[in-house]
């Protein structure tokens, strides 16, 4: 017995255009309203589970978060300028640098504390994903400042300056 396929696949191949967005969001105003519709609804279910007095701080919370996303909306980020960011990289590379060092000197604590009796190779061995995530992130850190120190230092002059 030989059988054939009789159905016909018929391929349908237009080319869909997909509806542009009328009016272009900026990304602060996106999160604040994702994070609003994600918030209220939460808020308003656990609200009045929760004891009158949390409840209420849960509310304070959420309002506290509106009036901080609003005022985050309003940013313009095309104003903020690279010199302006400077400083924030600086610190986020010290953070990780500084967070890599912590951990890795909590994590020989934790094992010279707990685990005394094997060596230090044995050490490593048995912990060495937490020591290359450490140590790794002292590295990013150092990344992020060797990248900051070989930028140009010239601060950008105001329109009146010459």
Request: aromatic share 10%; glycine share 6%; proline share 6%.
């Amino acid at each position: 017995m030989d059988f054939k396929s009789e159905v016909n696949i018929k391929t349908n191949r237009q080319n869909f255009k997909f509806a542009q967005p009328t009016v272009t969001r900026k990304p602060l105003e996106f999160l604040r309203d994702t994070e609003a519709l994600l918030r209220r609804p939460t808020v308003a279910t656990l609200a009045p589970l929760l004891p009158p007095k949390v409840g209420n701080d849960l509310q304070i919370a959420s309002c506290v978060a509106e009036e901080s996303l609003q005022e985050l909306a309003e940013i313009d980020l095309e104003t903020i300028s690279d010199w302006e960011l400077r400083p924030l990289r600086i610190r986020i590379g010290l953070s990780f640098v500084g967070f890599g060092a912590l951990m890795t000197v909590l994590l020989l604590l934790y094992l010279n504390t707990l685990y005394s009796q094997l060596s230090p190779i044995e050490q490593i061995g048995r912990y060495w994903h937490q020591y290359v995530w450490f140590v790794c992130l002292g590295v990013t850190g150092m990344f992020i400042l060797g990248r900051e120190a070989m930028r140009p230092i010239n601060k950008p002059q105001k329109s009146g300056e010459k």
